[in-house]
């Protein structure tokens, strides 16, 4: 692959990784907002009406439209680039699964929909929540490690010092807490845990709240006691925090903003995408870290 076509194809990789942004962004709005009950076919009851519709169905409709702009984006480009001869064929593989994934992410997002279509209850369940967000942030990592690999390939014959390897793996155990962090926060938001607890560092004047081992088996409180699961997403900021530094600090900032003001639309969008900006820098390091063999 020349230079140019790397530069090309890795610019058009990472458009399409701000546009996963945009997407996170609005998939969070759609979140807080609810308006994802509009992806279905209901009767107007308890006097929620076609007002009250109309309010909810412009957020939906951006984020569908949204997600098949990009379905688009990355489907034209890359048959123009097999065509040419400018990606080789298990490059383009590799970009049709993403392809496939992406298509894959808009059937979860209606199965997580579903779940809250039920009598007397518009809450989805939490675990598919997190499903639909692990997804979408799989895909954005996957998409965004593909293009630095292309743009800025390592030599096969590079080797790195124990220094670099230390570093290499602390990279990869603060994306790990990461992205559990970011796991925890699905569940706080699935579960409405953060309309509860809004004091910090204290949950009610508790360092950890009285009624977190509420549940048993004990595990079931790490998903459905909202109590634990806001105790939990809590606790690994903290450690996430301590990890990385100044770059969480505003996630951090952010995080308690939204929950002292009882979670408003924009805290909460803003805090749910600067969490994929914050996982997109860590793989950064890591790639800037490893040897990897050119995608060519």
């Known amino acids: 692959m020349t230079p140019a076509h790397r530069k090309l194809i890795s610019g058009w990789l990472f458009l399409l990784c701000f546009m996963l942004l945009g997407m996170i962004a609005i998939g969070g709005v759609t979140r807080l907002t609810g308006s994802g009950l509009s992806i279905m076919d209901w009767q107007p009851h308890e006097g929620f009406g076609l007002e009250g519709f109309q309010r909810i169905f412009w957020a939906e409709w951006i984020h569908r439209f949204w997600g ?10 890359l048959i123009w680039f097999v065509v040419r001869g400018m990606i080789t064929r298990r490059l383009a593989l590799r970009l049709f699964i993403f392809f496939i994934l992406g298509a894959l992410q808009g059937a979860i997002g209606w199965f997580m929909v579903a779940s809250g279509f039920r009598p007397n209850s518009t809450a989805v369940e ?10 979408a942030l799989l895909l954005y990592g996957a998409i965004l490690w593909t293009a630095f690999s292309i743009r800025w390939p390592v030599p096969e014959s590079h080797t790195s010092s124990s220094a670099a390897r230390l570093a290499k793996r602390l990279a990869c155990f603060t994306i790990v807490l990461l992205c559990t962090t970011i796991i925890a926060g699905g569940f706080t938001a ?107």
């Open 68 to 77: 098949r702009l990009m379905g688009l984006v990355l489907l034209l480009p």
């Open 190 to 296: 699935g579960t409405h845990a953060g309309f509860l607890f809004n004091t910090f560092p204290l949950m009610d004047g508790h360092l950890i709240p009285t009624d977190y081992a509420q549940l048993s088996p004990f595990w079931m409180n790490w998903f459905i006691n909202k109590a634990a699961v806001q105790f939990d997403h809590r606790l690994l900021a903290t450690l996430t925090a301590l990890s990385i530094g100044w770059a969480v600090v505003i996630q951090y900032a952010l995080g308690v903003t939204t929950l002292l003001l009882v979670v408003p639309v924009w805290a909460g969008a803003v805090h749910q995408t600067f969490a994929a900006v914050l996982l997109g820098v860590m793989l950064y390091v890591l790639h800037c870290l490893r040897g990897t063999k050119a995608m060519a």
């Open 126 to 135: 939490p675990i598919r929540l997190v499903l639909h967000l692990s997804a």
